[in-house]
Nanobody
Framework: QVRLVESGGGLVQAGGSLRLSCAASGITSSLYTTGWYRQAPGEQRELVAISRRGGITNYADYVKGRFTISRDNAKNTVYLQMDSLKPEDTAVYYC????????WGQGSQVTVSS
């Protein structure tokens, strides 16, 4: 059974930092594309960052230079380091693992106060 467990969300002031973690079990994460998406109230889910097999990463323009995605395949874990946070980054953040099948984390609330 595949399970993704997220941690690290919370409340932070603008300009602060948070680090999200997503630990996967039941899969070999090195085979998967992994990433982070977010969904703000009343908005559609949107891509934040992707880490592909082989180490290629891609970022949405609105987080480039502020967020960093990384992965530890030995721990089956993906991370999202979020720096210089802005109030518009407030959303529920979801981790994602995709290959033959797709799996999603339970979501982590990130709230950035001004």
């Amino acid at each position: 059974q595949v399970r993704l467990v997220e941690s690290g969300g919370g409340l932070v002031q603008a300009g602060g930092s948070l680090r999200l973690s997503c630990a996967a079990s039941g899969i070999t994460s090195s085979l998967y594309t992994t990433g982070w998406y977010r969904q703000a109230p009343g908005e559609q889910r949107e891509l934040v960052a992707i880490s592909r097999r082989g180490g290629i990463t891609n970022y949405a323009d609105y987080v480039k230079g502020r967020f960093t995605i990384s992965r530890d395949n030995a721990k089956n874990t993906v991370y999202l380091q979020m720096d210089s946070l802005k109030p518009e980054d407030t959303a529920v953040y979801y981790c994602y693992f995709g290959w033959v099948n797709e799996y999603w984390g339970q979501g982590s609330q990130v709230t950035v106060s001004s």
